[in-house]
């Protein structure tokens, strides 16, 4: 399954987000600086998640030898991964 890089940054803002309302909420009062902050920091912790992921995706390889299966005769069902892949 490939990583969809736009859905995983809007998670990460909302679950920040959520987390400085829960333990931070009940000091909000009616301050809505408050809540500004708590957004712009939500995204800069997304913008950071974005760009740790898109360093892996581009960067990171996956090493040979990884066990694999198929269908098919007995001779070709199993074997192992030759050369490095990259992460999807």
Do not use: C, H
């Not at 990171?60 to 991964?81: F, R």
Request: aromatic share 4%.
């Amino acid at each position: 399954m490939a990583l969809v890089v736009p859905a995983i940054k809007q998670i990460v803002e909302a679950k920040v987000l959520a987390a400085y309302q829960r333990e931070f909420g009940s000091l909000q009062g009616d301050n809505p600086e408050a809540v500004q902050s708590w957004q712009k920091q939500a995204k800069i912790a997304a913008d950071i998640a974005q760009a740790i992921i898109e360093a892996i995706l581009t960067q990171a390889e996956v090493a040979p030898g990884i066990p694999v299966t198929t269908a098919g005769s007995p001779a070709a069902q199993s074997g192992a991964t030759v050369a490095p892949g990259k992460i999807i």
